[in-house]
């Protein structure tokens, strides 16, 4: 009787249609950086969090979470698109002028790939074909053998969202 770790799974030379949950959902950044803008570098440390709670209730409603960093800036996460797309538009929080940017990379994921048949496939090539499943940036491995740099079968693949689809 043969072992199978769970359903198999049809991969691109298995001749079926993939179904992508990526081709009919796009992705939205749900974390974001909000930092003060004041002359005199102040950060978020010396606003009360209840202050700071209201504000973000007021404007974009309530999202998933809250949190103050080290550096005094404040790292929201949203949940649904509408709240990712208010956030971006905030200027002002309570009075305090303030600047909102998307994370740098916590709204995105990163998965290693080996597959030999796309060793002689370019990665621009493959960028193309897997942007329909979220893809938005593919490196190659390379190493270094005998002074001379090679290509190597592994793939590195950067998803625009957070979690590995």
């Given amino acids: 009787m043969p072992y199978h770790m769970g359903k198999r799974k049809s991969g691109p030379f298995s001749g079926q249609q993939i179904a992508s949950k990526y081709s009919t959902v796009t992705n939205f950044p749900t974390f974001f950086l909000i930092k003060r803008n004041s002359p005199s570098n102040?950060?978020?440390?010396?606003?009360?969090?209840?202050?700071?709670?209201?504000?973000?209730?007021?404007?974009?409603?309530?999202?998933k979470s809250t949190k103050k960093l080290r550096s005094g800036d404040l790292l929201v996460e949203v949940q649904p698109r509408k709240q990712s797309e208010q956030i971006v538009k905030l200027k002002t929080f309570s009075n305090i002028p303030v600047t909102v940017s998307q994370h740098a990379s916590l709204n995105s994921s990163k998965g290693v790939v080996t597959c030999g048949e796309l060793l002689n496939v370019t990665t621009e090539e493959i960028l193309k074909e897997l942007q329909s499943q979220g893809v938005s940036h593919v490196r190659r491995i390379s190493i270094r053998r005998d002074g001379q740099l090679l290509n190597t079968k592994h793939l590195i693949l950067t998803f625009d969202s957070a979690k590995l689809p």
Wanted: glycine share 4%.
């Fill in 42 to 63: 102040e950060t978020f440390h010396t606003v009360s969090p209840f202050l700071v709670e209201k504000a973000i209730t007021a404007t974009v409603g309530d999202v």
